[in-house]
Structure formats: C-alpha cells, structure tokens
C-alpha cells in the first residue's frame, strides 16, 4: 500500500534562517506530488506541485521553493524564513486514477 | 471560476445528536466530491468520496454524504456524534485529473458532552 512520510512534525526556526521540509513517498512511482500550507485559522492553500522528476510549478510567489531530486521525494525550502512563513505545511500525493489526495502528518512550521 | 463553499465555519453539536456539513461547490459539470477530516496537528484524513453512480456514499467512521445536483451540494452527514468526530472538516472537489483540486475552508466540529 501507498504511504506518505513527512518530517519533521514541528519546527521552531528564527527568521532568516533556512528550512527544508521532506516529504516522500512509497509504494508507488511517478505520482504527483503537492505542498500545501495551511495558516491559522485559514484553508488550504496550494504551495507547489510536481509531475515528475525536476518539475515544479509554483501556484503563489512567495519566499519558499520546492524541488524534486527523486521520484518520490519533494522537497519544501527556504533561504531566509520570514515570520509570514509559520503555518501548518502538508504534502500530498495523488493517484491519477483515484483523483483524491492523501495527506503526509504534516509539518508545524513556527517562526520566531 | 470552480469554487467549494462550507458555509459553516464553525458547528458545536451534542455527543449523540445527528450532524450535518454543508458543501456547496460551483461548476456546470459534475465534480469528484470529497470529506476530509483533520484532527488537531495532524494531517488530513480521507473520510469519503464521490465520483458517479449512487449519490448517497458511505465512509469511514461512520459517515455519510449525499450528492445532490439540483443543488450543487454534497453534505456530510452522521446520525450521532461521538466525541472523537471533533475536529476540523473539509470539503474537495476536482473536476478533472488535472491539479486544479478546491477545498473549501473548513468547519470547525465542537462536540460538548
């Protein structure tokens, strides 16, 4: 069966300093692969996505970036964290024959 | 533009009374229709879906939603509430299987004893 792995659970950081964020995923090849983040009291919002290998789209500019360096990794970061950065990040996978998305833990992003 | 609307950002029900979500989504076509439940720090976890053929689907935990096209909504639904079913629900939809997934804003379940 497909499992989504993604660490760390929580991460305080100071501002200025950078962040990576992993997500991987097993039990299945080439999938999609989504970052969301979700603010305080907010909904999801749609970060980056990635249909393969070193393809990323971003969906909303901002300070972070993704990469893809495998085919079930994807990778969240940042070179200078700004205090707007805290959140609740989430990172996906999605079947395309299930069309629905199955959510990693996700990560408690706190920026101090 | 394709839209899901929860029009309940926040519903305090008693352990044992029934529950009710409202989603609402906004597309001439049909949609793929979800329920996610996320519980305090955690990630979202796939309660039910939607996809064609019988309106009425069943899902884990006990829960159930009915599409409804005249209405363009797609309601959770669960005869009584356990304590554990607090936390925060979220309606998706797709049209497609492309990326462009919405989920609506979320509403919050309190469930007091």
């Known amino acids: 069966s497909q499992t989504i792995h993604q660490w760390p659970a929580t991460l305080v950081q100071p501002v200025g300093s950078p962040l990576s964020l992993e997500c991987t995923v097993e039990g299945t090849s080439n999938p999609n692969l989504y970052w969301y983040r979700q603010a305080a009291g907010r909904g999801l919002q749609l970060l980056f996505y990635?249909?393969?290998?070193?393809?990323i789209s971003s969906e909303v500019p901002q300070n972070l970036s993704a990469s893809r360096p495998q085919d079930r990794q994807f990778i969240l970061s940042s070179k200078k964290l700004l205090l707007s950065d805290s959140g609740f990040y989430l990172c996906a996978w999605r079947d395309s024959q299930y069309y629905g998305y199955t959510f990693g833990s996700g990560t408690r992003l706190t920026v101090v | 533009a394709q839209s899901v609307t929860q029009p309940d950002i926040h519903i305090t029900v008693s352990e044992g009374a029934s529950l009710e979500l409202r989603c609402n989504y906004s597309?001439?076509?049909?949609?793929?229709l979800f329920w996610y439940v996320q519980s305090p720090g955690q990630g979202l976890q796939l309660l039910l879906k939607y996809f064609s053929g019988d309106t009425l689907v069943q899902g884990i935990k006990g829960f159930e939603a009915e599409f409804k096209r005249s209405q363009s909504s797609f309601n959770l639904r669960k005869p009584s509430v356990h304590w554990s079913d607090a936390a925060e629900y979220f309606c998706?939809?797709?049209?497609?299987?492309?990326?462009?997934?919405?989920f609506g804003t979320g509403t919050s379940l309190t469930v007091i004893p």
């Open positions: 990635s249909v393969g290998i070193g393809q």
């Open positions: 998706a939809s797709t049209w497609n299987t492309g990326n462009q997934f919405y």
């Open positions: 597309y001439g076509a049909t949609p793929y």
